[in-house]
C-alpha cells in the first residue's frame, strides 16, 4: 500500500511489470468539492503511463460513473488499451436520482432518472501474440473457471440486493426477490431442494451493497469521523440524510465481495507468481478482495494520506482475520452476509 500520486509512481517504478489492473478511480464528478475526486481517471496521459507497467495481454477492469464512463474509455482506448465489446454491468437499488434546476439549459424539472446501473469498464493492452504471451508469462485471458457462478458461464451483469435483504427474503424493491435458494430454506426438507434449485440458477452474480457494518468492520478503535450523506442541496436538509459519526470515511466505497469475484475473473493460472496494479486505491477494497481472491501480489496506489492510512489498516486487518479463518470462510461468510459470525471478541482483540 504506498501512499503516493499514480504519476509520480509511474515514473519512478522500476520492478516487474503486472498481470492484470483492478481499480476505482475517481469518477471526476468533484463529489462535496473533494480535491481527489479530479479528472486524473479521465486524461490519457494517466492511462498511457499505467499502460507501460502492464505485462502485454494484461485485463484491466475499472468502475466508472454513469455519466462520464464514455471519457474513462476515451482516455483508456486512446492510452494504446483495446476496449472490450461489453461493459461489466452492477445492478442495483439503492441510487438516488440528482437535483436539476429549470435555469441549467435542457436539464429542466424532475427528468431526471434514477440510475441502477454503475458501469465497470473492461479492457487489455493488446498483443500482436496472444498464445505465446499466454503461456509464457500468464498474463492475457480470463479465468472463467473461478469466476463461475452456479458452476455456468460467468456473464457481465451483477445484480445487488437491496440492503435491507437477508438469507430469509428480499424487500420488495429488490431486484432479484424470491430468489428460489432462498425459498427452499424456508421450506421442510431444503438439503435435496437446494442443489435443484442451484443448477436452475441463471448465471448471475448478486452482491449487496457494502453496508455500514462492513465499511466499519474492525475499524473500531478508530475515531469518529462526521460523513456527509448527500450534496449540498434540498436533501441535505433533511434528517433522514443528516450527516453521521463513522469510521471508514471513503465515501464510495465497494462490497469487497464484489472485488473477489472481479479478482478470480483476472487471475492468471496458478504456475505464474500473480502480480496485481491497484492505482487508486480508495480505502482498500479492491486491494482486500484481490488478494482474498487469489492474488499473491497486490500493490495499491492512494494519492490520499488520509484514504492511505485507513487502507492500509483495512488491508492489515482482513487478512489477519483471513490468516485466522482462511479465506474461503471470509470469503463465504462476505457472500451469506453472515460477517459477524466471524467477528467474535478474542479475534477483534487480536486485530486490534
Not at 462490497?255 to 486505491?281: C, E, H, Y
Not at 488491508?315 to 485466522?324: F, V, Y
Request: aromatic share 10%; glycine share 6%; with cysteine.
Amino acid at each position: 500500500m504506498l501512499p503516493k500520486e499514480v504519476l509520480d509512481w509511474c515514473k519512478t517504478y522500476t520492478g516487474p511489470k503486472f498481470h492484470a489492473l483492478i481499480s476505482d478511480p475517481p469518477y471526476g464528478y468533484h463529489y462535496n468539492q473533494k480535491s481527489w475526486d479530479n479528472e486524473i481517471a479521465l486524461q490519457t496521459e494517466t492511462w498511457a503511463s499505467i499502460h507501460h507497467h502492464l505485462l502485454p495481454g494484461a485485463f484491466a477492469v475499472a468502475y466508472a460513473a454513469p455519466r462520464l464512463y464514455h471519457r474513462l474509455a476515451i482516455a483508456v482506448e486512446d492510452a494504446g488499451f483495446a476496449i472490450h465489446p461489453f461493459l461489466l454491468n452492477w445492478h442495483q437499488m439503492q441510487s438516488m436520482p440528482r437535483a436539476t434546476k429549470a435555469a441549467e439549459g435542457h436539464y429542466y424539472g424532475r427528468q431526471v432518472l434514477r440510475n441502477s446501473i454503475e458501469p465497470i469498464l473492461l479492457f487489455q493492452k493488446p498483443t500482436k501474440t496472444p498464445k505465446p504471451t499466454f503461456f509464457s508469462t500468464g498474463a492475457g485471458t480470463l479465468n472463467i473457471q473461478a469466476a463461475q457462478i452456479n458452476n455456468q458461464w460467468p456473464t457481465n451483469v451483477v445484480v445487488q440486493h437491496a440492503e435491507s435483504c437477508n438469507l430469509f427474503g428480499c424487500e420488495p424493491a429488490c431486484l432479484v426477490p424470491n430468489n428460489p435458494v432462498t425459498e427452499s430454506l424456508l421450506q421442510t426438507n431444503w438439503e435435496a431442494e437446494i442443489w435443484e434449485r442451484t443448477d436452475e440458477q441463471p448465471a448471475l452474480t448478486t452482491i449487496p451493497k457494502a453496508s455500514r457494518f462492513e465499511r466499519d468492520v474492525l475499524l473500531e478503535d478508530l475515531p469518529d469521523t462526521e460523513c456527509k450523506r448527500v450534496n449540498d442541496g434540498g436533501l441535505s436538509h433533511d434528517p433522514r440524510f443528516a450527516p453521521i459519526q463513522v469510521k471508514n470515511f471513503h465515501p464510495t466505497v465497494k462490497p469487497i465481495a464484489l472485488a473477489v469475484w472481479l479478482g478470480k475473473l483476472l487471475l492468471p493460472p496458478d504456475q505464474f507468481q500473480s502480480r496485481l496494479l491497484n492505482p487508486f486505491a480508495g480505502s482498500g477494497t479492491e486491494h482486500i478482495g484481490a488478494w482474498l481472491g487469489g492474488w499473491e501480489e497486490v500493490y495499491s496506489i492512494e494519492s490520499d494520506p488520509g484514504y492511505a492510512e485507513l487502507a492500509a489498516i483495512r488491508i492489515s486487518r482482513w487478512q489477519a482475520l483471513a490468516e485466522k479463518h482462511g479465506k474461503e470462510a471470509v470469503c463465504a461468510a462476505l457472500s451469506g452476509r453472515n460477517l459477524k459470525s466471524l467477528l467474535s471478541e478474542q479475534t477483534q482483540q487480536m486485530l486490534f
